[in-house]
């Protein structure tokens, strides 16, 4: 089997991340990120040259965490989330969201991954009555689980619509480097300067081995989140070998590079399959992701050759055949012959079974 695009998890740990453990590997060293610890202190001066002084940062193990312990860190149980009915908050969390914070999720249907003001106005009318959960944040992903990336005037619309209607605005950056590749910006310009609140900030998709960081722009929302994390069961013992990958990953452009890697490789193949007769592109490729509709009768023999996910289980008729939808997710370690060698199998496969 090749390697595949199941997803960008499936990727490896890059060397300089595997030489950063490596480097703080030596000796007996502060536990917990505390006392005069000063690996974690030196990441966190990194994130702060990155989005601002005025943030207060925690790192913690995983991306569910991240998003659920900052959450319900400023929200009570009786208010409630707004989120697209395709983010990992309310699909792929296994109902974390709903066991730890005890809040609603209240679901945008979108087509894109993205939500607007206009499509949270409706759940406005809860606001003030006392039998209806009270929508308290706005949760987006950037990049969305669509593959598509907010501009960072949609983000400011919606944070000025979240505090305007005294809510908060949390970020999912489970692939924000993606998303600032595709961009062409900082992470600053679609995160501070706009208006967001909270963020959860990724790396494990885009070469680091584990970890996640969760900072806040408004100081006072961080007050006591380490007891938060703690009873969250996030406090990482040896917190060196968090924020000693991060330091790595933020020095010398290195979660710019392994992500333009990965966008450049989803473009290659987006490209490649739109000029394949029966395949099609359904989403714009923005970042390392690529959803295709591809006949049903092929996508197994697929799958054991190069395995990927069918997104879309629902299927769709073209022209005849059964057509389903599939995410081809790209990575900092894809390469052109993973590409090519998925391409002409598929070529392959099409001419044989006459499609």
Known sequence: MGRGFASDNWSGVCPEIMRALNDVNEGHIFAYGEGNEEISATSREIFKKYFGDDIEIFFVYNGTAANVLSIKHIIQSYQAIITANTAHLTEDECGAPEKFIGSKILEVNSTDGKITPEQVEPFMNSIGFQHHSQPKIISISQVTEMGTVYSPQEIRTLADYAHANNMYLHMDGARISNAAVSLGSDFKSFTTDVGVDILS???????????????????????????????????????????????????????????????????????????????????????????????????????????????????????????????????????????????????????????
């Open 201 to 355: 900030f990724g790396g494990t998709k885009n070469g680091l081995m584990f970890g996640e960081v969760v900072i806040f722009f408004n100081k006072e929302l961080a007050n006591d989140f380490e007891y938060t994390r703690k009873q969250g069961m996030q406090l990482h013992s040896k917190m060196r070998f968090i924020a000693a990958q991060f330091t790595q990953y933020l020095t010398n452009d290195l979660w710019r590079k392994n992500a333009q890697i990965a966008n450049d490789k989803a473009k290659e193949l987006a490209k490649k399959i739109s000029n394949i007769k029966h395949l099609k592109v359904s989403q714009d490729t923005q970042a390392n992701g690529v959803f295709v509709m591809i006949p049903v009768g092929i996508i197994p023999i697929l799958q054991n050759e190069y395995f990927f996910h069918v997104w879309n289980e629902t299927p769709q008729l073209i022209n005849d055949v059964e057509y389903k939808e599939v995410r081809l997710m790209c990575s900092w370690d894809t390469t052109d012959g993973d590409i090519n060698g998925f391409i002409d199998l598929t070529k392959k496969i099409l001419e044989k079974n006459g499609i």
